[in-house]
């Protein structure tokens, strides 16, 4: 399927993506903006999504993201990227309305909620998937700049296991482009400011390790967050730092969005499934890298996601003796 046979006859097309928009998610929807315009330019093009955070301001076209879902507006297509329908947030009654939706993910827990669903879970991320639907020769560097960043976020720079041969020759291809990906790559990726700094040297001193130190668990509060003044984007990336203390095999990091509400997120080294772990919360996401919203104290919520991942390193362990 190649995407501009889909939406051909449109005059209105419609795009969107999950509620926290990481890396990937930006960069898929920009990257779909961009190549809609181009090839259509007699078509109403409007994405919705929540604000992105401020370092990807170096995509183009980002001020034209319309992060108020309140619209009378009715589209013939909805694109739904990097997301089910339950993650679209507030963007839900506007795909819900359209005459055609779309869903384009690489999620293993998303099912499909269009009317075409092209979800492919062996994808290193939405943008590697989208970048294969598009036609090659359409593609110009702002596209390849994004679909290249989608890519990179996804994979922690190529880094996950999530990485295939494939995502490599893609890559290749994107950086004959010519942008300056080194640049990109630090200021999108690598760069943190002081605060953000802060309050993951804070998380990780107060992390705590359980299970025979196989798993380890961080939290921020509101109050953390208060105190250092930073919000919910700036907590990027601290999961993944106590991921790589040694001899760990699930990293656990919360914060607080609201009354005995927490976000959660985790990452394993492969041992722990922790998209399957993710989904029995509600939430959802990849074996390695999963998450979900839990109501609770910060530990009971520990307590019940501690029992579904011991009961998964036991079947595991069954399973290498067997
Ligand atoms: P993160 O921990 O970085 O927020 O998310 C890790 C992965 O899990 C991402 O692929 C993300 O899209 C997915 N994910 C995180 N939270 C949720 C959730 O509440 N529901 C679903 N379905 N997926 C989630
Ligand atoms: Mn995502």
């Given amino acids: 399927m190649k995407i501009i046979s889909e939406v051909k006859d449109a005059k209105k097309i419609a795009i969107g993506g999950h509620v ?6 930006v960069c898929s929807v920009m990257a779909l903006y961009r190549y809609l315009q181009k090839e259509l330019p007699e078509t109403q093009i409007d994405v919705y999504l929540e604000k992105p955070a401020a370092v990807f301001d170096c995509i183009q076209d980002i001020d ?20 089910n329908d339950e993650r679209l947030g507030d963007a839900l009654s506007i795909y819900q309305k359209a005459g055609r939706r779309i869903n384009i993910d690489h999620h293993i827990s998303n099912t499909g909620c269009g009317d075409l669903n092209i979800i492919e879970p062996q994808r290193s991320s939405t943008a590697e998937l989208l970048y294969d639907l598009m036609d090659p020769e359409k593609v110009d560097e ?11 976020h996804d994979t922690g720079v190529f880094r996950y296991s999530n990485t295939s041969p494939h995502t490599m020759e893609m890559a290749a291809k994107l950086l004959r482009f010519g942008f300056d990906f080194s640049a990109l790559l630090e200021h999108t990726f690598y760069e943190k400011t002081y605060v953000q700094t802060q309050i993951m040297g804070r998380a990780v001193l107060e992390s705590v390790r359980f299970m025979n130190d196989r798993c380890i668990v961080s939290m921020v509060s509101r109050r953390m967050m208060d105190f250092y003044q930073v919000n919910t984007k700036d907590l990027d990336g601290i999961v993944n730092q106590l991921q790589v203390v040694s001899g760990v095999d699930c990293a656990i990091f919360m914060y607080e969005i609201g009354t005995l509400q927490y976000k959660v997120s985790m990452r394993s080294n492969g041992k722990v499934n922790v998209a399957d772990v993710a989904v029995k919360f509600g939430g959802g996401g990849h074996v390695r890298a999963a998450g ?11 307590n019940n996601l501690s029992r579904e991942i011991a009961g998964q390193m036991k079947r595991a362990e069954q399973k290498e003796r067997a």
């Fill in 64 to 83: 034209k993201i319309c992060s108020d879902f309140q619209t009378d507006q009715v589209y013939d297509v909805f694109f739904a990227l990097d997301s």
């Fill in 142 to 152: 702002e596209i390849a700049k994004a679909v290249y960043l989608g890519i990179a």
């Fill in 20 to 25: 926290r928009p990481d890396g990937d998610c």
């Fill in 292 to 302: 979900c919203t839990m109501n609770g104290t910060y530990h009971d919520n520990i």
